[in-house]
């Protein structure tokens, strides 16, 4: 069984910036993929970025390329989401998700996932 605690989200202005944080204790961190997705207030459910456990690959959607970096640091079995000129659009509840898959399209879905943190919610006013 894997934990994911998920920390970081908050209230800030459009054009702002947050770092969110997941915390996945435990040996098999370095082993796992990593991903973030979120979800608004009447909508489903969609993928943000995700991050391999092979290789360090990375994978970003389209709606925040540019914008949002994802980052692990196996060390502290911690993966991070760096978000940057954030958009109201972005207002979401945000999720940290592990897997042990580790190559897209797989970790770019939620059904490649297997252990799902609390959600955080990350709100930006216009």
């Known amino acids: 069984q894997v934990q994911l605690v998920a920390s970081g989200g908050g209230l800030v202005q459009a054009g702002g910036s947050l770092r969110l944080s997941c915390a996945a204790p435990?040996?098999?961190?370095?082993?796992?993929?990593m991903g973030w997705f979120r979800q608004a207030p009447g909508k489903e459910q969609e993928f943000v970025a995700a991050?391999?456990?092979?290789?360090?690959?990375?994978y970003h959607a389209d709606s925040v390329k540019g914008r949002f970096t994802i980052s692990r640091d196996n060390a502290k079995s911690t993966v991070y989401l760096q978000m940057n000129s954030l958009k109201p659009e972005d207002t979401a509840v945000y999720y940290c998700?592990?897997?042990?898959?580790?190559?897209?399209?797989?970790?770019?879905?939620?059904?490649?996932?297997?252990?799902w943190g609390q959600g955080t919610q990350v709100t930006v006013s216009s």
């Open positions: 998700a592990a897997s042990t898959a580790f190559q897209a399209p797989a970790i770019m879905n939620k059904r490649g996932y297997d252990y």
């Open positions: 435990g040996r098999t961190f370095s082993r796992l993929s």
């Open positions: 991050a391999s456990w092979i290789g360090g690959s990375t």
